[in-house]
């Protein structure tokens, strides 16, 4: 009696050892360095929800500065996978759902909260085409991170605007309306804004190349220090006068894509003439 006691006690201890080593296996502990980008990312999505509340409640100013902010959080929370080495399938994943929300759903918004609800059956479409768009340009981002062996000047440039720029970009009617170049009280042509939202629609969703600014030659030493002034000129002026400023960045970085394209092209005929064909993905890699 005693010797089947104990047996069972035994099967018992085992039984509870093995529940545990499951439940250490179904729980099993994150490192903080992929927690951490995944947090970032969370954060730029807040800041793109909280845009579209403060277009909703007609701070627009407010909500713009939100957009801005997630800009910046996009920007930082890949460089910081990078860095730590926490890179991850569900980052990416994450990381392109919270861009859809703050660089194709908030601008939309914003936009047509602000202006083009005045014309609200063509205002709404021009929204909806934004919306579009920028789910058709993260869709197309993400197809071409599996993309095999593309050539090494592919790397310089983005196919399409990129969603965070075509975000920053989009507002530009915004900023005009709210900076002192327009007269209080006077409203810019909502079918102007239409024409506008929906011409940088198209260039996230073609395949026009834009700079990708990932490949950055390094800073000659006799550069450092004129880089660094203008670096700091330019943050002094945006928190002085930021939507004056945002226009210039804006209209700046809209006189680069005729750059980006020629010299695109420059790289292609060079490509083909080694290879003998140009880089294209195959059709069932990218629409």
């Known amino acids: 009696m005693t010797n089947d006691s104990e047996d069972f006690d035994l099967r018992d201890a085992e039984g509870e050892r093995a529940a545990r080593r499951g439940a250490r296996r179904r729980f099993r502990t994150v490192p903080i360095r992929v927690v951490l980008p995944n947090l970032v990312t969370l954060a730029a999505l807040a800041g793109g929800l909280t845009a579209i509340r403060f277009a909703i409640e007609g701070k627009f100013l407010t909500a713009v500065v939100a957009v801005m902010i997630a800009a910046v959080l996009d920007g930082l929370d890949g460089r910081l996978a990078r860095a730590l080495r926490g890179t991850s399938r569900f980052g990416a994943e994450l990381d392109s759902l919270a861009d859809f929300v703050d660089f194709g759903v908030a601008p939309a918004m914003i936009l047509y909260l602000s202006s083009l609800q005045h014309i609200q059956s063509f205002g709404w479409f021009a929204a909806l085409v934004f919306v579009i768009a920028a789910a058709l340009r993260l869709a197309r981002f993400n197809t071409m991170l599996d993309l095999p062996d593309p050539p090494p000047w592919h790397g310089q440039f983005f196919t399409g605007m990129p969603a965070p720029a075509g975000a920053i970009v989009g507002l530009l009617p915004l900023y005009l309306q709210l900076s002192s170049f ?106």
């Open 182 to 287: 327009v007269p209080p009280g006077i409203r810019l042509p909502v079918p102007l804004v239409i024409a506008f939202v929906i011409t940088v629609a198209f260039l996230m969703a073609s395949r026009i190349p834009h700079y990708s600014g990932k490949r950055i030659r390094p800073i000659a030493p006799e550069s450092f220090i004129v880089i660094l002034f203008a670096v700091a000129a330019v943050l002094l002026l945006l928190a002085t006068f930021p939507m004056e400023m945002m226009i210039v960045l804006s209209l700046a970085y809209l006189a680069t894509i005729p750059f980006a394209v020629r010299q695109h092209r420059r790289l292609e005929r060079v490509h083909v003439a080694r290879r003998g064909r140009p880089f294209e993905p195959a059709l069932s890699e990218m629409p």
